[in-house]
Structures are given as C-alpha cells and as structure tokens.
C-alpha cells in the first residue's frame, strides 16, 4: 500500500523567507510523487511532479523539490516566500491500482508582511 | 497543461433533490476520471473512479445509489447527487487524465444543500 504523510498541518513564514513544506512518503514500488496547490474554493493545480528522473525536481512560480529515496521524502521548497504564495498545499503519490492519487492531510501556508 | 472544466462552480439546491455536477477535459481524451469530495480544512477523498465506456468504481463507504457517475464519452464525466441532503454540502472536485498523463483538476463545486 502507498501513503504520504505531510508534517505539520500549518505553516507560517514571513515574506522573503524560505518556504519549507514537509512530505514523507511509503510506496512499494518506485513512487510518483506530486506536489499541488489550492486556493480557496478553487481545484487543485500541479506545482511539480517527480517520476523518476531527476531526483530535483522545479516547478511552477520558483517552487522546487527533492526527491530523496534514503529517507523516503519528498519536501517541497522556494527561497523566498511571496504573499501570493498562502495556499494548501498537498503532496501526493500515484497510486499502483488506476492511477488515482493518494493526498497528504495537507499543509496550509501563511505568508506574513 | 491541459485543462479541465467543471461546471457548476456552485449550486445551492433544496433537500430531496437531485444535483448534476459536470466535468469536461477540453483539450485531450481522458480515459480515467476521479470523483474527490472534500471537507473544510480537510483533504480530498476520493469516492470513485471511472473508466469511458464502464461502470465507475466507488471506493469503500461511498453509497453508489446516492452518487451516480456517468463516463459515456472520453471528454465527459457527470456526478449525479441524488436526494439530496444537508449531510452532502461539500465541495466536490474532479480529475481526468489519460494513460500518458498526470492528473489534471477542475475548479471544484461547492454544493450547499438547504
């Protein structure tokens, strides 16, 4: 069975810091994993994904991830946050039955001025 | 990317109806598409997935009666949420790819039931 588990169900940085979001993953078979973000009552959109290539991965609007297989993880980072930048994120992994998507609980991002 | 559409954004409808939320991928063939519901400050939960042409599969605990799904052409999928109650406001999102491609999301429903 796959699983993802996100660290920390809120994070809040300041504008300018480093934005570090945490996932941890549990996959039988070499995962794919997925990084998304939600704006409120809004869908989700793809920020990055990580299918076995590079094991850094960049992304949409400065986001970055690293796919590190010793310590099944799979954080998500940008250098310098961006009020623009408060979401939920969510962390997922491809599931092997159908493709469907396995979510982390979430993290909710807040940017401070 | 590729873009999905999904359509209502929001509906309001009254307890005992019937609520048809639509889910169209414009700009590819979608061969799978995911069914999420999602509560407050929660994560999505998937309910069912549905293959073009076959009947959908529900996960555990979700009531096939009350959640109909329809997946007749490669661009289109439909949730039926029949007999509505208050215990169904929601906000229900989907997801469509095909076999070569992630997943992409509609915008999502928020379904308020009164």
């Known amino acids: 069975a796959q699983s993802v588990t996100q660290l920390g169900s809120h994070v809040s940085v300041s504008e300018g810091a480093l934005v570090l979001l945490r996932c941890n993953y549990s996959s039988s078979v070499p995962p794919y994993l997925f990084w998304y973000v939600q704006y409120p009552n809004q869908g989700l959109q793809l920020l990055l994904k990580?299918?076995?290539?590079?094991?850094l991965v960049k992304g949409i609007n400065g986001f970055e991830a690293e796919f590190k297989k010793s310590e099944t993880s799979f954080h998500l980072t940008k250098p310098s946050a961006h009020m623009s930048d408060a979401a939920e994120y969510f962390c997922a992994v491809r599931g092997n039955q159908g493709g469907k998507l396995i979510f982390g609980q979430g993290t909710e991002l807040s940017v401070k001025p | 990317g590729a873009v999905v559409s999904q359509h209502p954004s929001r509906v309001i409808c009254k307890s005992g109806t019937s609520v048809k939320i639509e889910c169209r991928s414009l700009d590819f063939q979608a061969t799978t598409m995911f069914w999420y519901r999602q509560f407050p400050k929660q994560s999505l939960m998937l309910m069912a997935t549905s293959n073009e042409g076959s009947k959908a599969t529900y996960e555990q605990g979700v009531e096939k009666d009350k959640f109909l799904i329809n997946h007749a052409s490669l661009t289109l999928s439909t949730l039926t949420v029949t007999s509505a109650h208050p215990e169904d406001s929601s906000f229900y999102i989907c997801?469509?790819?095909?076999?070569?491609?992630?997943?992409?999301f509609g915008q999502g429903t928020r379904l308020t039931v009164v």
């Open positions: 990580y299918t076995s290539a590079a094991t």
């Open positions: 997801s469509a790819r095909d076999p070569n491609t992630e997943a992409f």
